[in-house]
């Protein structure tokens, strides 16, 4: 068991997706537990792999991939968890994208991919996202959590409209929202009253930790994380 473990493990931190999921269905097929897989053997592999690009010994490019591999695995385990064990597992529903007028995706696919390892179920809008957008999938989705980014600061008003069309629908009290990017200050995130604000995608999996287990959507003092200083 703990060869085919490592094996998956070593998979995932080298970002070969394909064979990471052929070797969690061989985990599968010997009858381990996919919450084993998961936890002994894909989490492991991201362990690596976030070590590595901490210590500058692997890059973003490297990192992606991993996260790709990480995301294949963790849907065929939930796919093979009956619904109690599936349920047990989740910290929460997150609809992510990147705001409208930005098509630069390669920090929140990180983000999405290390919620995803982290226990959430993350629906990623992809780039260029209209506010109306990013709620209504929310909604449709029973999301509790709404992360909209951006690298451009001309794209800075729509982060704002969408937390006020969260308001204006009627879900402040049920979903949180955060926010994040190079433009995107902890102050501007402050001041139109989000819920949380993170520097790095690392800093976002604490973030939404943060806010499913000691907070509530809508009341303030808004979470930041910053492990950059």
Known sequence: MEEILKKIGDLVAEGEDEDAVEATQEALDMGIDPMVILQQG?????????????N??????ELVLAG???????????ANMDSDAAAGTKLGTIVIGQAKGDVHDIGKNVCSALLACNGFEVHDMGTDVAPK??????????????????????????????LQYITD??????????????????????????????????????????????CKPGKQPI?????EG
């Not at 979470?223 to 492990?227: G, H, Q, R």
Request: net charge negative; hydrophobic share 45%; charged share 20%.
């Open 56 to 61: 500058g010994e692997a890059f973003l490019p």
């Open 223 to 227: 979470v930041i994380v910053n492990s």
């Open 133 to 162: 957008a990013m709620v209504e999938k929310a909604a449709e989705v029973g999301a509790n959590i709404v992360i909209q980014s951006t690298l451009l600061t001309t794209s800075l008003p729509y982060i704002a409209d969408t």
């Open 68 to 78: 790709d591999a990480m995301t294949a695995v963790i849907d065929l385990l939930f």
């Open 42 to 54: 894909a989490s492991k592999g991201m362990d690596l792999i976030n070590e590595q690009y901490n």
């Open 169 to 214: 629908t009627g879900h402040r009290d049920d979903m949180f929202f955060a926010c994040g990017g190079g433009p995107v200050t902890p102050e501007f995130a402050t001041n139109m009253q989000a819920d949380g604000w993170s520097r790095s995608s690392f800093d976002c999996v604490e973030m939404c930790k943060k806010l499913v287990t000691e």
